[in-house]
Every structure is written in C-alpha cells, then in structure tokens.
C-alpha cells in the first residue's frame, strides 16, 4: 500500500471543520468518487470531526490517498487528546449519547465507509480511521 498523498490539517473551530471537509471532497473529485460516495466520506468526516471538537477539546485530521495495484482509496484520521471514550462498545450504539445529539455520530460514520478503526484510551484521547475505496 503506497500512500499517495498526506496531509493533516487542525481541527480546533467550526470553521476548522468547513475546511476539513471542503479538502475531502476536493482529494475525492479527481479520484472518480462521484457525488454521492463524496457526500458519504465527507458526512462521515464531520461527524467524527465534530466530536473531536464537541468532547475531545479538538485535535487533527489526517487525510491520505492511498493506492496499490487494484484500487485507490481516501483516508481520513481524526485524532483528539480529550478525555476519551470509557466504553467504545456503548458509544457505538445508536442513540446513545453523554451531550445532547442523537447518539447517531459514531454508528452513522461506521456505515457510510468501507472501513472503520477506532481507538480510544480514558483520559489520553480518541483516534478515529476511515477509508473509502474506489473500486
Ligand atoms: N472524540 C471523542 N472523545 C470523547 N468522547 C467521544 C468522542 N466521540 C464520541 N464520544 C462519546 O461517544 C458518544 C456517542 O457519539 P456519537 O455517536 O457521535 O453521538 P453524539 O455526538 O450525538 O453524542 C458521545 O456522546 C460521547 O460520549
Ligand atoms: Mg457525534
């Protein structure tokens, strides 16, 4: 697996998280992914994103293209040094929620990529991968 490109931008705002995703669709446009798998990466992204500023107190995103002989894909890391998730099992549920969204965030993002890995340790932070592939 080469990886193609590599980036890490910061996440700290909102208006963080509008360039975050910005920068995701435009890596995936001349890659071939069409509209809607665009949209599924980037809602995923600003789900994870939005709870690495809402609990983690903010972090980075780390966006790769990566290729191999087969295929061609985008990754995204969102990595924060918050508190961290004491249950990860609990916080994938659907609904389930400490602040006050749907509880949607974490399963939704699962679902919408090809790949999910999740990481967390109490009181040192969250890391969060996703990737896509063009197939
Ligand atoms: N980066 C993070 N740091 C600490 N806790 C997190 C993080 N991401 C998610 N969580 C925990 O997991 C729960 C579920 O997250 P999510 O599915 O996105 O739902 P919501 O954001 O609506 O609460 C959150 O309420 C929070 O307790
Ligand atoms: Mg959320």
């Known amino acids: 697996m080469n990886t193609v490109r590599d980036e890490i931008m910061p996440l700290q705002s909102e208006s963080d998280l509008i360039t975050v995703r910005q920068a995701v669709r435009i890596w995936m446009v001349p890659e071939g992914f069409n509209i809607l798998e665009q949209t599924k990466m980037v809602t995923a992204v600003s789900e994870l994103a939005r709870n690495a500023i809402t609990y983690g107190g903010g972090g980075e995103a780390r966006l790769q293209l990566l290729a191999d002989a087969a295929r061609r894909g985008i990754r995204v890391t969102i990595i924060d040094h918050?508190?961290?998730?004491?249950d990860i099992t609990k916080a994938m549920v659907d609904g389930y929620?400490?602040?006050s969204g749907l509880g949607l965030g974490l399963g939704g993002s699962k679902r919408l990529v090809d790949e999910f890995n999740i990481w967390s340790e109490p009181g040192q932070g969250t890391r969060v991968e996703i990737t896509r592939w063009k197939q």
């Not at 918050?82 to 004491?86: A, F, K, S, T």
């Open 82 to 86: 918050g508190v961290g998730i004491e």
């Open 97 to 99: 929620s400490t602040g």
